[in-house]
């Protein structure tokens, strides 16, 4: 089975405070995506990367970056955290073909 | 731009009763319709997809949708939920020339009650 771990189930910062989500993932898959879900809104797409060290912005990437150094592992980054930011963060994988996405359990980031 | 309205944000259902969970998408080109499940406190699992041929896709756990090219709906149902079944699902879509690049829906909530 494809297993996508995400680095944290919960984190608590401080606004302004720089926060790194980190993401993994075992099936050798090209590509891998950050969302962040909120009540009412689904998923939205941040950031997603095709290849090692490849990033295209998603929907809403102001505020993030992204990180993609190595196949297997997909970083996102918040430079200076602002309570608008707190939010359930997923991180998915996929293959080129259509399987779908496999995703981690979530990061749940609450900035106070 | 692609866009995908799930038209209840929350359904009740008695245990046992069918369920059906409405998703609606507009696009200007063809597409691929997924849809997701997220079991409290975990991430979201795949139930079916639908990619091409028969219109009729059977999913996990006794779940099917229907895609309707003509009403661009792809709804999803079960004939008898359990209680276990309580959860969020997602309609999603993705372009044929985006990849693998989902868009999704803003979810609904099924409370399945005994």
């Known amino acids: 089975d494809v297993k996508v771990t995400q680095s944290s189930r919960y984190l608590v910062k401080r606004t302004g405070e720089k926060v790194f989500l980190e993401c993994v993932q075992d099936?050798?898959?090209?590509?891998m995506f950050w969302y962040r879900q909120d009540p009412g809104l689904g998923l939205r797409l941040i950031y997603f990367?095709?290849?090692?060290?490849?990033?295209e912005k998603g929907d809403i990437p102001e505020g993030y970056s992204v990180s993609r150094e190595k196949k297997e592992r997909f970083s996102l980054i918040l430079e200076s955290t602002s309570t608008n930011q707190t939010s359930m963060y997923l991180c998915?994988?996929?293959?080129?073909?259509?399987?779908?996405?496999?995703f981690g359990p979530g990061t749940r980031l609450t900035v106070t | 731009a692609q866009s995908v309205t799930q038209l209840d944000s929350q359904v009740p259902v008695f245990e046992e009763a069918p369920v059906e969970l409405r998703c609606n998408y507009s696009?200007?080109?063809?597409?691929?319709l997924f849809w997701y499940v997220q079991y409290p406190n975990q991430g979201l699992q795949l139930l079916l997809k639908?990619?091409?041929?028969?219109?009729l896709v059977k999913g996990i756990n006794g779940f099917e949708a229907e895609f309707n090219k003509s009403q661009t709906s792809f709804h999803l149902r079960k004939p008898s939920v359990h209680i276990s079944d309580t959860a969020e699902y997602f309609c999603?879509?993705?372009?044929?020339?985006?990849?693998?690049?989902?868009?999704f829906g803003g979810g609904t909530r099924v409370l399945v009650k005994p």
């Open positions: 998915a994988s996929s293959s080129r073909g259509l399987g779908g996405q496999y």
């Open positions: 099936m050798d898959h090209e590509n």
């Open positions: 999603a879509v993705s372009e044929k020339a985006a990849g693998n690049k989902l868009t």
């Open positions: 990367s095709y290849d090692v060290k490849m990033k």
């Open positions: 639908y990619l091409s041929g028969s219109t």
């Open positions: 696009s200007s080109v063809s597409v691929y």
